[in-house]
């Protein structure tokens, strides 16, 4: 309870300021079809208005519900106007995504910590990669790899594994470098190699690291997934369906598929806590 009522109040505020801004944002149609038919029309009369138009700038709450409630629950999930069809097409491209840049992210760390060399001509690059726009890069990837006969899913899994490897990267790297001194010298004094400090010290002081970059790093991944189906549309997916809206002036179904888009991402970071709960159990925290 002490928990239900400051989250209830911010969703009743954030649903009264979008109601205040759909009429704001409508109110201005309305009076120039007013204008258009030469009559007058009071402020009483254009609030009703802005709540149904058929495309509105900005969709009042109840009319995404109504749009959610179709496209999700009346329509069978195989349907390629349902909601859940698309959100499994960007799951599907998000999960494979991650798994890559974890991967990819995960061996450069350990790379990076255990060489030098790997550390200076590396890390400069792992850095930079994320200073390059992905709505610019992301269709130069598709032309290299569609070159490549690499399309469809895996195609947009690599984008998603662009945007998700660098905070692993980074993150495993903080971690792994963690243990202080002392407890390095401890290790030797065990007469412990490199593998075995590795294995034994600096891998399990990197865990709460990792989890925490990967939390971050899906949430990238979902984003590459979405900016990948805004290049590869046909194969569908919520970025297609936040295209295809923006395309047709279609506001209800982009914001229906953005709310359906924060639900993904909602739902995926509970899952990497629960990892990180089951990976470090009997661990300090």
């Not at 279609?250 to 970071?269: D, F, H, N, P, R």
Request: proline share 5%; net charge positive; aromatic share 8%.
């Amino acid at each position: 309870m002490s928990r239900a009522l400051p989250v209830a109040t911010v969703i009743a505020a954030i649903i009264v300021i979008w109601y205040l801004g759909a009429v704001w944002m409508n109110a201005q149609w309305e009076r120039d079809q007013a204008e258009r038919a030469g009559v007058e029309i009071t402020l009483a009369e254009i609030i009703p208005k802005t709540m149904a138009q058929e495309r509105p700038v900005l969709p009042a709450p109840h009319q995404v519900a109504v749009e959610l409630w179709d496209t999700v629950a009346a329509k069978p999930v195989t349907s390629k106007r349902s909601l859940v069809w698309h959100g499994w097409i960007t799951l599907s491209a998000t999960l494979l995504g991650f798994a890559f840049g974890t991967a990819l992210g995960v061996i450069l760390a350990i790379g990076i910590v255990a060489s030098r060399t790997m550390d200076i001509s590396v890390m400069p690059w792992v850095i930079a990669s994320q200073m390059v726009p992905i709505l610019a890069i992301a269709p130069m990837m598709i032309v290299v790899l569609n070159a490549a006969d690499v399309g469809g899913l895996v195609a947009k899994a690599m984008i998603s594994m662009y945007l998700s490897f660098f905070p692993v990267v980074v993150g495993m790297v903080k971690g792994l470098r963690s243990p202080d001194a002392l407890q390095l010298d401890l290790m030797r004094t065990y007469s412990a190699n490199g593998a075995q400090t590795f294995l034994k010290l600096r891998l399990p002081a990197s865990l709460p690291y990792l989890f925490t970059s990967m939390k971050v790093g899906v949430a990238a991944s979902l984003v590459g997934a979405i900016v990948a189906e805004m290049t590869l549309s046909q194969d569908g997916g919520l970025g297609s369906r936040l295209l295809n809206g923006s395309y047709y002036g279609q506001t209800m179904m982009i914001w229906a598929a953005l709310i359906a888009s924060a639900v993904l991402a909602g739902g995926l970071i509970p899952l990497i806590g629960a990892a990180q709960r089951l990976a470090m159990r009997g661990r300090p925290t």
